[in-house]
Nanobody
Framework: QLQLVESGGGLVQPGGSLRLSCVGS????????ISWFRQAPGQDREAVSC?????????NYADSVKGRFTISRDIAKNTVFLDMNKLKPEDSAVYLC?????????????WGRGTQVTVSA
């Protein structure tokens, strides 16, 4: 059973940077599809970025974060990162790690509990 734990959120000023981490336990992340989602109060949950495999060299980004955010994996640490740069107040949200794995003939979906990012002066 895969478990996901996010960390790295906090309070940052506009224009600043944060690195979010999603650490997996119980199963490898390298064979999973990993996404970062975010959800702000009163808004729908938004897909921020997705990496399809450990060899993916063309990750997907939402238009709102393209050019500012970068998703990556550290296979040895079973961790997926989201590097966020030039942060804006509208980036404030709970950021959640999501994984999809296929095993035993079925699709398994996993969510972390989220980490809060607040961008404010």
């Amino acid at each position: 059973q895969l478990q996901l734990v996010e960390s790295g959120g906090g309070l940052v000023q506009p224009g600043g940077s944060l690195r979010l981490s999603c650490v997996g336990s119980g199963a490898p992340l390298e064979d999973a599809i990993i996404s970062w989602f975010r959800q702000a109060p009163g808004q729908d949950r938004e897909a921020v970025s997705c990496i399809s495999s450990s060899t993916d060299q063309r990750p997907n980004y939402a238009d709102s974060v393209k050019g500012r955010f970068t998703i990556s994996r550290d296979i040895a640490k079973n961790t997926v990162f989201l590097d966020m740069n030039k942060l804006k107040p509208e980036d404030s949200a709970v950021y959640l790690c999501y994984a999809e794995r296929y095993a035993d003939g079925g699709k398994n979906m996993y969510w972390g509990r989220g980490t809060q990012v607040t961008v404010s002066a």
